[in-house]
Protein backbone atom coordinates (compact mmCIF):
# COMPACT_ATOMS: atom_id res chain seq x y z
CA UNK A 1 0.00 0.00 0.00
CA UNK A 2 1.65 3.55 -0.82
CA UNK A 3 1.01 6.57 1.09
CA UNK A 4 -1.56 7.68 -0.94
CA UNK A 5 -3.37 4.66 -0.57
CA UNK A 6 -3.07 4.88 2.94
CA UNK A 7 -4.78 9.03 2.83
CA UNK A 8 -7.69 6.75 2.24
CA UNK A 9 -8.17 7.68 -1.75
CA UNK A 10 -10.30 5.54 -3.57
CA UNK A 11 -8.67 3.13 -6.89
CA UNK A 12 -9.84 4.96 -9.42
CA UNK A 13 -7.75 8.48 -8.39
CA UNK A 14 -4.87 5.97 -7.17
CA UNK A 15 -4.70 4.63 -10.70
CA UNK A 16 -4.51 8.44 -12.42
CA UNK A 17 -1.62 9.17 -9.24
CA UNK A 18 0.02 6.48 -10.75
CA UNK A 19 -0.17 7.77 -14.16
CA UNK A 20 1.10 11.05 -12.95
CA UNK A 21 4.24 9.45 -10.92
CA UNK A 22 3.23 10.51 -8.22
CA UNK A 23 5.05 8.63 -5.12
CA UNK A 24 4.78 10.91 -1.97
CA UNK A 25 1.67 12.99 -0.91
CA UNK A 26 3.35 16.79 0.25
CA UNK A 27 2.84 18.08 4.03
CA UNK A 28 -0.31 20.05 2.75
CA UNK A 29 -1.85 16.94 0.99
CA UNK A 30 -1.13 14.32 3.95
CA UNK A 31 -2.74 17.47 6.12
CA UNK A 32 -5.65 18.13 4.52
CA UNK A 33 -7.17 14.77 2.22
CA UNK A 34 -7.99 12.77 5.33
CA UNK A 35 -10.08 15.09 7.04
CA UNK A 36 -11.94 16.08 3.68
CA UNK A 37 -12.54 12.94 2.50
CA UNK A 38 -13.73 11.80 6.73
CA UNK A 39 -16.27 14.32 7.16
CA UNK A 40 -18.20 17.53 6.11
CA UNK A 41 -16.24 20.45 7.45
CA UNK A 42 -15.14 24.01 6.43
CA UNK A 43 -11.27 24.33 6.48
CA UNK A 44 -8.82 27.10 5.98
CA UNK A 45 -5.29 25.16 4.65
CA UNK A 46 -2.34 28.01 5.18
CA UNK A 47 0.61 26.69 2.81
CA UNK A 48 2.90 28.21 0.21
CA UNK A 49 2.16 28.27 -3.24
CA UNK A 50 3.85 25.05 -5.01
CA UNK A 51 3.05 22.36 -2.44
CA UNK A 52 0.46 20.51 -3.58
CA UNK A 53 -2.75 22.40 -2.58
CA UNK A 54 -4.90 21.44 -6.24
CA UNK A 55 -4.16 18.08 -5.37
CA UNK A 56 -4.84 18.85 -1.20
CA UNK A 57 -8.45 20.11 -2.72
CA UNK A 58 -8.52 18.53 -5.62
CA UNK A 59 -8.45 14.75 -4.72
CA UNK A 60 -11.44 15.05 -1.93
CA UNK A 61 -13.35 16.79 -4.57
CA UNK A 62 -13.63 14.27 -6.71
CA UNK A 63 -14.34 11.61 -4.72
CA UNK A 64 -17.12 13.22 -3.33
CA UNK A 65 -18.93 14.18 -6.34
CA UNK A 66 -21.44 12.25 -7.69
CA UNK A 67 -20.46 12.00 -11.29
CA UNK A 68 -24.03 10.36 -12.33
CA UNK A 69 -25.50 13.81 -11.35
CA UNK A 70 -25.15 16.32 -14.27
CA UNK A 71 -25.75 19.26 -11.59
CA UNK A 72 -22.83 21.53 -10.71
CA UNK A 73 -21.89 20.25 -7.26
CA UNK A 74 -18.57 22.35 -6.61
CA UNK A 75 -17.04 25.60 -7.49
CA UNK A 76 -13.33 26.38 -7.02
CA UNK A 77 -12.29 29.97 -7.08
CA UNK A 78 -9.04 31.62 -8.65
CA UNK A 79 -7.14 34.73 -9.36
CA UNK A 80 -6.14 34.46 -12.58
CA UNK A 81 -7.41 33.00 -15.97
CA UNK A 82 -3.52 30.97 -16.40
CA UNK A 83 -4.47 29.21 -12.65
CA UNK A 84 -7.95 28.70 -13.75
CA UNK A 85 -6.89 26.39 -16.83
CA UNK A 86 -4.17 25.20 -14.08
CA UNK A 87 -6.89 23.94 -12.15
CA UNK A 88 -8.89 22.94 -14.55
CA UNK A 89 -6.63 20.62 -16.64
CA UNK A 90 -4.76 19.28 -13.10
CA UNK A 91 -8.41 18.11 -12.36
CA UNK A 92 -9.44 16.36 -15.54
CA UNK A 93 -6.07 14.17 -15.15
CA UNK A 94 -6.53 13.42 -11.89
CA UNK A 95 -10.66 12.74 -12.83
CA UNK A 96 -9.83 10.64 -16.15
CA UNK A 97 -10.83 7.06 -14.51
CA UNK A 98 -13.93 8.64 -13.49
CA UNK A 99 -16.92 7.57 -15.75
CA UNK A 100 -18.63 11.25 -16.64
CA UNK A 101 -17.12 13.89 -14.53
CA UNK A 102 -16.77 17.18 -16.36
CA UNK A 103 -15.00 20.01 -15.17
CA UNK A 104 -15.37 23.77 -16.96
CA UNK A 105 -13.03 26.33 -16.87
CA UNK A 106 -14.83 29.85 -16.55
CA UNK A 107 -12.85 33.23 -17.35
CA UNK A 108 -12.65 36.74 -18.95
CA UNK A 109 -11.10 36.95 -22.33
CA UNK A 110 -13.12 33.96 -24.05
CA UNK A 111 -16.54 33.56 -24.98
CA UNK A 112 -18.80 33.83 -22.41
CA UNK A 113 -21.93 32.05 -24.52
CA UNK A 114 -19.57 28.85 -24.89
CA UNK A 115 -18.86 28.63 -21.53
CA UNK A 116 -22.26 28.67 -20.81
CA UNK A 117 -23.04 26.05 -23.30
CA UNK A 118 -20.95 24.21 -21.92
CA UNK A 119 -21.93 24.33 -18.29
CA UNK A 120 -25.53 23.55 -19.54
CA UNK A 121 -23.81 20.09 -21.04
CA UNK A 122 -23.05 19.03 -17.85
CA UNK A 123 -20.55 20.42 -15.37
CA UNK A 124 -20.30 18.56 -12.12
CA UNK A 125 -17.39 21.26 -11.38
CA UNK A 126 -16.74 25.06 -11.86
CA UNK A 127 -13.25 26.60 -12.20
CA UNK A 128 -13.43 30.32 -12.05
CA UNK A 129 -12.30 33.60 -11.94
CA UNK A 130 -14.45 35.47 -9.60
CA UNK A 131 -15.12 38.64 -11.87
CA UNK A 132 -16.43 36.36 -14.73
CA UNK A 133 -18.33 34.20 -12.29
CA UNK A 134 -20.14 36.96 -11.06
CA UNK A 135 -21.19 38.30 -14.35
CA UNK A 136 -22.76 34.81 -15.30
CA UNK A 137 -24.39 34.81 -11.93
CA UNK A 138 -25.52 38.86 -12.99
CA UNK A 139 -26.71 36.97 -16.36
CA UNK A 140 -28.33 33.87 -14.77
CA UNK A 141 -25.92 31.55 -17.15
CA UNK A 142 -25.06 29.61 -14.05
CA UNK A 143 -26.72 28.01 -11.10
CA UNK A 144 -24.72 27.87 -8.00
CA UNK A 145 -27.28 27.91 -5.37
CA UNK A 146 -27.30 24.07 -4.33
CA UNK A 147 -23.46 23.12 -4.34
CA UNK A 148 -22.03 21.02 -2.44
CA UNK A 149 -18.65 22.77 -2.17
CA UNK A 150 -17.05 25.92 -2.60
CA UNK A 151 -13.09 26.07 -3.14
CA UNK A 152 -11.18 29.44 -2.57
CA UNK A 153 -7.67 28.98 -4.12
CA UNK A 154 -4.98 31.40 -3.72
CA UNK A 155 -7.94 33.31 -1.80
CA UNK A 156 -4.91 36.06 -0.31
CA UNK A 157 -4.12 36.83 -4.19
CA UNK A 158 -7.75 36.79 -4.94
CA UNK A 159 -8.59 39.66 -2.33
CA UNK A 160 -4.76 41.76 -3.11
CA UNK A 161 -6.24 41.51 -6.85
CA UNK A 162 -9.21 43.56 -5.46
CA UNK A 163 -11.85 40.91 -5.56
CA UNK A 164 -12.88 41.20 -2.36
CA UNK A 165 -17.29 42.22 -3.22
CA UNK A 166 -17.40 39.74 -5.74
CA UNK A 167 -16.38 37.05 -3.92
CA UNK A 168 -18.87 38.15 -0.74
CA UNK A 169 -21.56 38.49 -3.88
CA UNK A 170 -20.32 35.16 -4.92
CA UNK A 171 -20.61 33.17 -1.55
CA UNK A 172 -24.45 34.97 -0.95
CA UNK A 173 -25.12 33.11 -3.90
CA UNK A 174 -24.39 29.70 -2.38
CA UNK A 175 -26.36 27.52 0.16
CA UNK A 176 -24.93 27.57 3.68
CA UNK A 177 -25.05 24.38 4.38
CA UNK A 178 -22.15 23.53 1.74
CA UNK A 179 -18.63 22.97 3.00
CA UNK A 180 -15.81 25.67 2.24
CA UNK A 181 -12.40 25.05 1.54
CA UNK A 182 -10.32 28.27 1.46
CA UNK A 183 -6.53 27.45 0.73
CA UNK A 184 -4.12 30.71 1.43
CA UNK A 185 -0.28 30.97 0.90
CA UNK A 186 -1.05 34.00 4.03
CA UNK A 187 -3.72 35.09 6.48
CA UNK A 188 -4.09 38.56 6.08
CA UNK A 189 -6.98 40.70 7.49
CA UNK A 190 -9.32 40.18 4.77
CA UNK A 191 -8.85 36.43 4.70
CA UNK A 192 -9.64 36.14 8.11
CA UNK A 193 -12.54 38.28 7.27
CA UNK A 194 -13.91 36.27 4.83
CA UNK A 195 -13.49 33.07 6.94
CA UNK A 196 -15.83 34.62 9.88
CA UNK A 197 -18.43 35.35 7.83
CA UNK A 198 -18.91 32.82 5.40
CA UNK A 199 -17.44 29.68 7.06
CA UNK A 200 -18.53 27.61 10.15
CA UNK A 201 -16.25 26.89 12.72
CA UNK A 202 -13.57 26.43 10.18
CA UNK A 203 -10.67 23.39 11.17
CA UNK A 204 -7.49 25.01 10.43
CA UNK A 205 -4.25 23.42 8.53
CA UNK A 206 -0.90 24.80 8.61
CA UNK A 207 2.25 24.10 7.00
CA UNK A 208 5.06 25.57 8.44
CA UNK A 209 4.02 28.87 10.10
CA UNK A 210 1.55 31.46 9.62
CA UNK A 211 2.71 33.91 6.80
CA UNK A 212 5.99 32.30 6.77
CA UNK A 213 8.56 31.92 3.80
CA UNK A 214 9.08 28.72 1.56
CA UNK A 215 12.21 26.65 3.69
CA UNK A 216 13.52 25.45 0.23
CA UNK A 217 14.08 29.46 -0.90
CA UNK A 218 17.39 31.12 0.48
CA UNK A 219 16.55 35.15 0.67
CA UNK A 220 19.41 37.54 0.00
CA UNK A 221 19.94 41.61 -0.48
CA UNK A 222 22.39 43.25 -1.71
CA UNK A 223 22.39 47.54 -0.79
CA UNK A 224 22.78 49.40 -4.27
CA UNK A 225 23.15 53.12 -4.81
CA UNK A 226 19.81 54.01 -6.27
CA UNK A 227 21.80 54.64 -10.21
CA UNK A 228 23.23 51.58 -10.01
CA UNK A 229 19.81 49.78 -9.59
CA UNK A 230 19.77 48.33 -13.35
CA UNK A 231 23.62 47.66 -13.77
CA UNK A 232 22.88 45.64 -9.92
CA UNK A 233 20.17 43.52 -11.89
CA UNK A 234 22.53 42.46 -14.99
CA UNK A 235 25.18 41.51 -13.17
CA UNK A 236 23.08 39.46 -10.55
CA UNK A 237 22.17 37.90 -14.05
CA UNK A 238 25.88 37.54 -15.20
CA UNK A 239 27.18 36.32 -12.01
CA UNK A 240 24.27 33.37 -12.53
CA UNK A 241 24.74 32.12 -16.24
CA UNK A 242 22.02 29.04 -15.94
CA UNK A 243 19.64 32.01 -14.31
CA UNK A 244 15.93 31.08 -15.04
CA UNK A 245 14.16 33.82 -13.42
CA UNK A 246 11.01 36.10 -12.54
CA UNK A 247 12.08 39.86 -12.18
CA UNK A 248 9.48 42.18 -10.20
CA UNK A 249 8.91 45.61 -10.81
CA UNK A 250 6.19 47.68 -9.23
CA UNK A 251 4.36 49.44 -11.53
CA UNK A 252 3.78 48.66 -15.80
CA UNK A 253 5.62 51.40 -16.91
CA UNK A 254 8.68 50.37 -15.03
CA UNK A 255 8.09 46.96 -15.90
CA UNK A 256 8.05 48.08 -19.67
CA UNK A 257 11.44 50.16 -19.27
CA UNK A 258 13.33 47.59 -17.39
CA UNK A 259 12.41 44.49 -20.23
CA UNK A 260 13.26 47.11 -23.07
CA UNK A 261 16.78 47.65 -21.54
CA UNK A 262 17.43 44.21 -20.87
CA UNK A 263 16.99 43.16 -24.38
CA UNK A 264 18.97 45.65 -26.01
CA UNK A 265 21.75 44.44 -23.81
CA UNK A 266 21.10 41.17 -25.29
CA UNK A 267 19.71 39.66 -22.72
CA UNK A 268 16.30 36.91 -23.36
CA UNK A 269 13.96 38.92 -21.65
CA UNK A 270 10.16 40.15 -21.80
CA UNK A 271 7.72 42.15 -20.17
CA UNK A 272 4.28 40.87 -18.76
CA UNK A 273 2.03 43.51 -17.33
CA UNK A 274 -1.65 44.33 -17.66
CA UNK A 275 -1.06 46.90 -20.86
CA UNK A 276 -0.60 43.46 -23.16
CA UNK A 277 -3.11 42.44 -24.71
CA UNK A 278 -4.03 38.72 -23.92
CA UNK A 279 -2.41 37.39 -27.25
CA UNK A 280 0.83 39.07 -26.19
CA UNK A 281 0.49 37.47 -22.69
CA UNK A 282 0.06 34.22 -24.04
CA UNK A 283 2.95 34.41 -26.74
CA UNK A 284 5.07 35.53 -23.79
CA UNK A 285 4.30 32.85 -21.36
CA UNK A 286 4.67 30.41 -23.95
CA UNK A 287 8.64 31.48 -24.98
CA UNK A 288 8.67 31.50 -21.09
CA UNK A 289 7.44 28.06 -20.62
CA UNK A 290 9.83 27.27 -23.27
CA UNK A 291 12.99 28.89 -22.09
CA UNK A 292 13.11 30.86 -24.85
CA UNK A 293 13.21 33.78 -22.31
CA UNK A 294 16.04 33.83 -19.33
CA UNK A 295 14.45 36.78 -17.43
CA UNK A 296 10.55 37.31 -17.27
CA UNK A 297 9.87 41.37 -15.82
CA UNK A 298 7.01 41.25 -14.20
CA UNK A 299 4.30 43.28 -12.31
CA UNK A 300 2.63 41.58 -9.16
CA UNK A 301 -0.85 41.77 -10.81
CA UNK A 302 0.70 40.38 -13.90
CA UNK A 303 2.78 37.02 -12.64
CA UNK A 304 -0.07 35.67 -10.16
CA UNK A 305 -1.28 32.61 -11.48
CA UNK A 306 2.06 32.17 -12.89
CA UNK A 307 3.48 28.41 -12.84
CA UNK A 308 6.39 27.76 -14.58
CA UNK A 309 8.58 24.37 -12.90
CA UNK A 310 12.36 25.38 -11.91
CA UNK A 311 12.80 28.87 -11.63
CA UNK A 312 15.83 29.06 -10.31
CA UNK A 313 15.39 33.04 -9.12
CA UNK A 314 12.76 35.98 -8.42
CA UNK A 315 14.61 39.16 -8.27
CA UNK A 316 12.93 41.88 -6.78
CA UNK A 317 14.07 44.70 -8.55
CA UNK A 318 12.00 46.80 -6.69
CA UNK A 319 10.26 45.50 -3.21
CA UNK A 320 6.44 45.49 -3.06
CA UNK A 321 4.35 47.81 -1.19
CA UNK A 322 2.70 45.46 0.79
CA UNK A 323 4.87 42.81 2.84
CA UNK A 324 2.52 40.08 2.22
CA UNK A 325 3.19 40.46 -2.01
CA UNK A 326 6.68 39.49 -0.88
CA UNK A 327 5.70 36.15 -0.13
CA UNK A 328 3.98 35.47 -3.44
CA UNK A 329 6.77 36.93 -5.28
CA UNK A 330 9.62 34.43 -3.51
CA UNK A 331 6.96 31.31 -3.98
CA UNK A 332 7.72 31.40 -7.83
CA UNK A 333 10.78 29.67 -6.78
CA UNK A 334 11.46 26.75 -4.77
CA UNK A 335 8.45 24.91 -5.63
CA UNK A 336 7.81 21.02 -5.78
CA UNK A 337 10.60 20.52 -2.96
CA UNK A 338 13.41 22.23 -5.55
CA UNK A 339 15.96 25.17 -4.07
CA UNK A 340 15.47 28.35 -5.12
CA UNK A 341 16.88 32.16 -4.40
CA UNK A 342 15.19 35.14 -3.81
CA UNK A 343 17.34 38.63 -4.67
CA UNK A 344 16.14 41.42 -3.61
CA UNK A 345 18.10 44.91 -4.63
CA UNK A 346 17.69 48.14 -2.05
CA UNK A 347 18.93 51.24 -1.25
CA UNK A 348 20.33 51.79 2.21
CA UNK A 349 17.02 53.90 3.14
CA UNK A 350 15.03 50.49 2.55
CA UNK A 351 16.77 48.29 4.62
CA UNK A 352 14.48 48.25 7.17
CA UNK A 353 12.17 47.24 4.71
CA UNK A 354 13.79 43.96 4.96
CA UNK A 355 13.74 43.45 8.72
CA UNK A 356 10.12 43.65 8.57
CA UNK A 357 10.09 40.94 5.68
CA UNK A 358 12.27 39.11 7.67
CA UNK A 359 9.29 39.37 10.55
CA UNK A 360 6.61 38.52 8.90
CA UNK A 361 8.18 35.29 7.08
CA UNK A 362 10.10 34.30 10.06
CA UNK A 363 13.03 34.11 7.78
CA UNK A 364 16.37 35.69 7.73
CA UNK A 365 17.87 37.58 4.91
CA UNK A 366 21.70 37.05 4.23
CA UNK A 367 23.59 40.52 3.25
CA UNK A 368 25.76 40.20 0.05
CA UNK A 369 27.93 42.68 -2.11
CA UNK A 370 27.43 42.45 -5.99
CA UNK A 371 29.64 40.71 -7.68
CA UNK A 372 32.94 42.41 -8.89
CA UNK A 373 33.95 42.28 -12.16
CA UNK A 374 36.73 39.80 -12.00
CA UNK A 375 34.34 37.57 -9.94
CA UNK A 376 31.75 37.16 -13.22
CA UNK A 377 34.67 36.98 -15.60
CA UNK A 378 36.04 33.80 -13.35
CA UNK A 379 32.45 32.19 -12.93
CA UNK A 380 31.61 32.81 -16.79
CA UNK A 381 35.21 30.97 -17.68
CA UNK A 382 34.26 27.80 -15.70
CA UNK A 383 30.84 27.88 -17.16
CA UNK A 384 32.10 27.94 -20.73
CA UNK A 385 34.46 25.38 -20.09
CA UNK A 386 31.94 23.09 -18.52
CA UNK A 387 29.16 24.25 -21.72
CA UNK A 388 32.39 22.87 -24.21
CA UNK A 389 33.10 19.92 -21.69
CA UNK A 390 29.24 18.76 -22.25
CA UNK A 391 28.07 19.82 -25.54
CA UNK A 392 26.92 17.36 -27.46
CA UNK A 393 28.37 16.78 -30.64
CA UNK A 394 26.64 16.77 -34.30
CA UNK A 395 28.35 14.46 -36.25
CA UNK A 396 27.17 16.22 -39.47
CA UNK A 397 29.93 18.17 -38.46
CA UNK A 398 32.65 15.60 -39.35
CA UNK A 399 32.67 16.23 -43.43
CA UNK A 400 34.17 19.79 -42.45
CA UNK A 401 36.57 18.37 -39.79
CA UNK A 402 39.28 17.59 -42.76
CA UNK A 403 38.75 21.53 -43.76
CA UNK A 404 39.20 22.53 -40.60
CA UNK A 405 42.05 20.72 -39.13
CA UNK A 406 43.90 22.32 -42.22
CA UNK A 407 42.75 25.60 -40.81
CA UNK A 408 43.93 24.80 -37.36
CA UNK A 409 46.73 22.45 -37.96
CA UNK A 410 49.24 25.26 -36.83
CA UNK A 411 48.09 26.38 -33.69
CA UNK A 412 49.36 24.78 -30.42
CA UNK A 413 47.14 22.54 -27.64
CA UNK A 414 47.40 24.87 -25.46
CA UNK A 415 46.49 28.02 -27.43
CA UNK A 416 43.77 26.34 -29.00
CA UNK A 417 42.22 25.31 -26.22
CA UNK A 418 42.63 29.57 -25.41
CA UNK A 419 41.04 30.90 -28.59
CA UNK A 420 38.46 28.83 -28.62
CA UNK A 421 37.64 29.55 -25.21
CA UNK A 422 38.33 33.40 -25.84
CA UNK A 423 35.80 33.35 -28.79
CA UNK A 424 33.12 33.86 -26.10
CA UNK A 425 34.89 34.98 -23.20
CA UNK A 426 36.46 38.25 -24.53
CA UNK A 427 33.63 39.87 -24.44
CA UNK A 428 32.90 39.23 -20.46
CA UNK A 429 36.69 40.37 -20.29
CA UNK A 430 36.41 43.48 -22.25
CA UNK A 431 32.85 45.06 -20.39
CA UNK A 432 34.07 44.09 -17.00
CA UNK A 433 37.95 44.53 -16.99
CA UNK A 434 37.62 48.23 -15.94
CA UNK A 435 34.20 48.47 -14.24
CA UNK A 436 33.87 49.53 -11.04
CA UNK A 437 32.49 48.09 -7.66
CA UNK A 438 28.80 48.49 -7.39
CA UNK A 439 28.34 47.12 -4.11
CA UNK A 440 27.33 50.17 -1.59
CA UNK A 441 29.26 51.37 0.94
CA UNK A 442 26.57 51.36 3.29
CA UNK A 443 26.41 47.60 3.71
CA UNK A 444 25.84 47.47 7.36
CA UNK A 445 26.89 44.10 8.67
CA UNK A 446 25.72 42.29 11.58
CA UNK A 447 27.38 41.51 15.01
CA UNK A 448 29.40 38.58 15.59
CA UNK A 449 30.90 38.43 11.52
CA UNK A 450 33.87 37.39 10.65
CA UNK A 451 35.99 39.29 8.50
CA UNK A 452 37.81 37.59 5.23
CA UNK A 453 41.19 38.95 5.41
CA UNK A 454 43.76 36.24 4.50
CA UNK A 455 41.20 33.84 3.47
CA UNK A 456 41.63 31.51 0.60
CA UNK A 457 39.01 31.42 -2.16
CA UNK A 458 38.72 27.86 -4.06
CA UNK A 459 37.18 26.29 -7.46
CA UNK A 460 36.16 22.85 -7.08
CA UNK A 461 34.70 20.99 -10.05
CA UNK A 462 31.16 19.85 -8.16
CA UNK A 463 27.89 21.63 -8.29
CA UNK A 464 24.07 21.51 -8.52
CA UNK A 465 23.91 19.09 -10.97
CA UNK A 466 25.60 16.87 -8.49
CA UNK A 467 22.72 17.71 -6.43
CA UNK A 468 24.40 20.16 -4.13
CA UNK A 469 23.23 23.74 -3.04
CA UNK A 470 24.77 25.98 -1.15
CA UNK A 471 24.08 24.64 2.66
CA UNK A 472 24.47 20.74 1.53
CA UNK A 473 28.19 21.43 -0.17
CA UNK A 474 28.96 23.32 3.40
CA UNK A 475 28.63 20.19 5.22
CA UNK A 476 30.06 18.29 2.78
CA UNK A 477 33.09 20.25 2.94
CA UNK A 478 33.29 20.88 6.29
CA UNK A 479 32.72 17.06 7.33
CA UNK A 480 35.29 15.98 4.72
CA UNK A 481 38.03 18.53 5.61
CA UNK A 482 36.77 17.42 9.62
CA UNK A 483 36.60 21.49 10.00
CA UNK A 484 34.89 23.53 12.31
CA UNK A 485 31.18 25.45 11.56
CA UNK A 486 33.01 28.62 10.56
CA UNK A 487 35.93 27.08 8.84
CA UNK A 488 34.13 27.00 5.54
CA UNK A 489 32.44 30.53 4.12
CA UNK A 490 31.18 31.96 1.46
CA UNK A 491 29.75 28.92 -1.03
CA UNK A 492 28.85 29.90 -4.05
CA UNK A 493 27.27 26.60 -6.21
CA UNK A 494 26.91 27.02 -9.89
CA UNK A 495 25.44 24.37 -12.21
CA UNK A 496 29.02 22.26 -12.94
CA UNK A 497 31.12 23.97 -10.56
CA UNK A 498 31.43 25.80 -7.18
CA UNK A 499 33.70 28.36 -5.16
CA UNK A 500 34.45 28.44 -1.22
CA UNK A 501 36.87 30.25 1.23
CA UNK A 502 39.07 28.59 3.92
CA UNK A 503 41.00 30.74 6.03
CA UNK A 504 44.17 30.62 5.01
CA UNK A 505 46.13 28.73 7.03
CA UNK A 506 43.65 25.65 6.13
CA UNK A 507 45.31 25.81 2.48
CA UNK A 508 47.49 23.34 2.33
CA UNK A 509 44.86 20.62 3.76
CA UNK A 510 42.52 21.57 1.79
CA UNK A 511 44.19 21.00 -1.33
CA UNK A 512 45.50 17.92 -0.18
CA UNK A 513 42.65 16.31 1.03
CA UNK A 514 40.30 17.30 -2.16
CA UNK A 515 42.76 16.07 -5.11
CA UNK A 516 43.16 12.94 -3.50
CA UNK A 517 39.27 11.85 -3.39
CA UNK A 518 36.36 10.89 -5.79
CA UNK A 519 32.75 11.57 -5.62
CA UNK A 520 30.62 8.96 -7.71
CA UNK A 521 33.87 7.64 -9.17
CA UNK A 522 34.70 11.27 -10.49
CA UNK A 523 37.67 12.57 -9.26
CA UNK A 524 37.29 15.52 -7.45
CA UNK A 525 39.61 18.90 -8.72
CA UNK A 526 40.36 22.08 -6.39
CA UNK A 527 42.22 24.81 -7.25
CA UNK A 528 42.84 27.98 -5.64
CA UNK A 529 41.01 30.88 -7.36
CA UNK A 530 42.56 34.42 -8.24
CA UNK A 531 39.84 36.14 -6.77
CA UNK A 532 39.83 35.99 -2.64
CA UNK A 533 35.88 36.39 -2.77
CA UNK A 534 36.47 39.09 0.33
CA UNK A 535 36.11 42.25 -0.86
CA UNK A 536 34.32 44.52 1.04
CA UNK A 537 31.29 41.88 2.34
CA UNK A 538 32.92 40.23 5.94
CA UNK A 539 29.73 37.59 5.44
CA UNK A 540 30.74 33.84 5.58
CA UNK A 541 28.37 32.05 3.49
CA UNK A 542 28.19 34.02 0.55
CA UNK A 543 26.73 31.40 -1.52
CA UNK A 544 23.13 31.23 -3.21
CA UNK A 545 21.37 27.37 -3.28
CA UNK A 546 21.99 24.78 -5.95
CA UNK A 547 18.33 23.96 -6.92
CA UNK A 548 18.44 23.04 -10.87
CA UNK A 549 19.35 25.26 -12.92
CA UNK A 550 19.37 24.40 -16.51
CA UNK A 551 17.98 27.48 -17.77
CA UNK A 552 16.76 26.43 -21.59
CA UNK A 553 19.80 25.80 -24.41
CA UNK A 554 23.20 26.85 -23.49
CA UNK A 555 22.17 28.35 -20.03
CA UNK A 556 19.54 30.12 -21.65
CA UNK A 557 22.35 33.61 -21.74
CA UNK A 558 22.58 35.45 -24.39
CA UNK A 559 21.77 34.07 -27.42
CA UNK A 560 20.06 36.82 -29.04
CA UNK A 561 21.52 37.51 -32.52
CA UNK A 562 24.54 35.26 -31.75
CA UNK A 563 23.46 31.47 -31.81
CA UNK A 564 20.02 31.89 -33.36
CA UNK A 565 18.77 32.75 -29.20
CA UNK A 566 15.43 34.88 -29.73
CA UNK A 567 16.15 38.75 -28.67
CA UNK A 568 12.50 39.74 -28.87
CA UNK A 569 11.27 37.64 -25.59
CA UNK A 570 7.87 36.50 -27.62
CA UNK A 571 7.24 39.05 -30.40
CA UNK A 572 5.00 41.47 -28.94
CA UNK A 573 6.61 42.04 -25.63
CA UNK A 574 9.31 44.08 -26.85
CA UNK A 575 8.38 47.46 -27.59
CA UNK A 576 12.07 49.59 -27.54
CA UNK A 577 10.56 52.31 -28.57
CA UNK A 578 8.03 52.67 -25.48
CA UNK A 579 7.22 55.40 -23.50
CA UNK A 580 8.46 54.01 -20.73
CA UNK A 581 11.65 53.50 -21.68
CA UNK A 582 12.04 56.71 -23.68
CA UNK A 583 11.03 58.89 -19.91
CA UNK A 584 14.03 56.78 -18.13
CA UNK A 585 16.44 57.64 -20.92
CA UNK A 586 18.02 60.54 -19.03
CA UNK A 587 18.07 57.72 -16.53
CA UNK A 588 19.83 55.29 -17.93
CA UNK A 589 22.31 57.81 -19.96
CA UNK A 590 23.41 59.06 -16.47
CA UNK A 591 23.39 56.17 -14.60
CA UNK A 592 24.91 53.21 -16.67
CA UNK A 593 27.27 54.90 -18.68
CA UNK A 594 29.93 53.22 -17.50
CA UNK A 595 28.38 50.11 -16.49
CA UNK A 596 27.19 49.36 -20.07
CA UNK A 597 30.07 50.74 -22.31
CA UNK A 598 30.48 48.56 -25.25
CA UNK A 599 27.74 45.48 -24.24
CA UNK A 600 25.27 46.68 -27.06
CA UNK A 601 28.09 45.70 -29.21
CA UNK A 602 28.72 42.18 -27.41
CA UNK A 603 26.49 40.02 -29.29
CA UNK A 604 26.38 41.60 -32.47
CA UNK A 605 29.89 41.54 -33.14
CA UNK A 606 32.99 39.22 -33.23
CA UNK A 607 35.69 38.76 -31.21
CA UNK A 608 38.31 41.37 -31.92
CA UNK A 609 35.97 43.68 -34.25
CA UNK A 610 35.92 45.96 -30.88
CA UNK A 611 37.80 49.45 -32.29
CA UNK A 612 41.26 47.31 -31.90
CA UNK A 613 41.24 47.25 -28.46
CA UNK A 614 41.22 43.66 -28.01
CA UNK A 615 45.27 42.24 -27.77
CA UNK A 616 45.73 38.73 -27.77
CA UNK A 617 42.93 36.60 -25.25
CA UNK A 618 46.13 35.09 -23.13
CA UNK A 619 47.70 38.69 -22.90
CA UNK A 620 44.30 40.31 -21.91
CA UNK A 621 42.99 38.02 -19.42
CA UNK A 622 46.26 37.59 -17.91
CA UNK A 623 46.56 41.21 -17.59
CA UNK A 624 43.05 41.55 -15.91
CA UNK A 625 43.80 39.30 -13.89
CA UNK A 626 47.00 39.73 -12.59
CA UNK A 627 46.23 43.71 -12.14
CA UNK A 628 43.23 42.22 -10.38
CA UNK A 629 45.53 40.31 -7.77
CA UNK A 630 47.70 43.16 -7.64
CA UNK A 631 45.08 45.51 -6.54
CA UNK A 632 44.11 43.41 -3.54
CA UNK A 633 47.34 43.55 -2.15
CA UNK A 634 47.67 47.08 -2.65
Known sequence: ?????????????????????????????????????????????????????????????????????????????????????????????????????????VYGGAN?????KEIKRGAQIIVATPGRMQDMINRGMVNIKNIDFCVLDEADEMLNMGFYEDITAILSDTPENKSTWLFSATMPQEVARIAREFMRKPLEIT???KNSGNVNVSHEFYVVNGRDRYSAL???????????????????????????????????????????????????????????????????????????????????????????????????????????TSLVIITKSEIRKIHQIEKIIQTKFEEKPIPSGIEICEIQLFH??????????????????????????????????????????????????KSRDLTSVSISGSKGEIPTEGSVRYFINIGSRDNFDWMSLKDFLRDTLEFGKDDVFKVDVKEGFSFFNTDAEHAEKV??????????????????????????????????????????????????GR???????????????????????????RSDRNERGGERRRDSKPAGENSGRRSSSSDNSKGFFEKAKRSRRS
Open 1 to 105: MNKFEQLGLNESLQLAIKDLGFENPSEVQEKAIPILLEKDTDIVALAQTGTGKTAAFGFPLIQKIDAENRNTQALVLSPTRELCLQITNEIKQYSKYVKGLHTVA
Open 563 to 589: DGGRRDGGRDSGRRESSARRSEGGDRK
Open 384 to 433: LANRIKDVEIDHEIDTYLPAIEEVLKDIPREELIKKVVSVEFNRFLDYYK
Open 511 to 560: METFNSIHLEGRKINVEISKNDGSRNSGRRDHGGRGGRRDGGRDGGRREG
Open 112 to 116: INEQA
Open 234 to 340: KRLADANPDIFSVVFCRTKRDTQAIADKLIEDGYNAAALHGDLSQTQRDSVMKSFRQRQIQMLVATDVAARGIDVDDITHVINYQLPDEIETYTHRSGRTGRAGKSG
Open 207 to 209: VGH
